[in-house]
Nanobody, 126 residues
Framework: QLQVVESGGGLVQPGGSLRLSCVVS????????IGWFRQAPGKEREGVSCISVSGGGTDYAESVKGRFTISTDNAKKAVYLQMNSLKSEDTATYYCAAEQKSNMPDCTIQPHYGFWGRGTQVTVSS
């Protein structure tokens, strides 16, 4: 079964930056669509960003546009979420999710993914 492992979370001050990493164990990263989601205490999980690796297509939640950037490193089978200008409202557990391209030709920030990581905590506080 496909494995998805996130890392890179931590405590940062408002205005700071973090880069989250998602390592996907599978035949080829090009065969998958990757999404980033987050869930804050007391709130429902929301989509943050996604990427269709082979096609280069991306999408972002309106709340993170201009601040977050999703990218890939195929050699490392990794997907990154660069988060800049972090705000306190970005505090959440961040999850990486994967789905086969055959099932999802284009990426979506809706939670329609078959494989999920366990999450990495991001806390933005002074």
């Amino acid at each position: 079964q496909l494995q998805v492992v996130e890392s890179g979370g931590g405590l940062v001050q408002p205005g700071g930056s973090l880069r989250l990493s998602c390592v996907v164990s599978g035949f080829s990263l090009n065969h998958y669509v990757i999404g980033w989601f987050r869930q804050a205490p007391g709130k429902e999980r929301e989509g943050v960003s996604c990427i269709s690796v082979s096609g280069g297509g991306t999408d972002y939640a309106e709340s993170v546009k201009g601040r977050f950037t999703i990218s890939t490193d195929n050699a490392k089978k990794a997907v990154y979420l660069q988060m800049n200008s972090l705000k306190s409202e970005d505090t959440a557990t961040y999850y990486c999710a994967a789905e086969q391209k055959s099932n999802m030709p284009d990426c979506t920030i809706q939670p329609h993914y078959g494989f999920w990581g366990r999450g990495t905590q991001v806390t933005v506080s002074s």
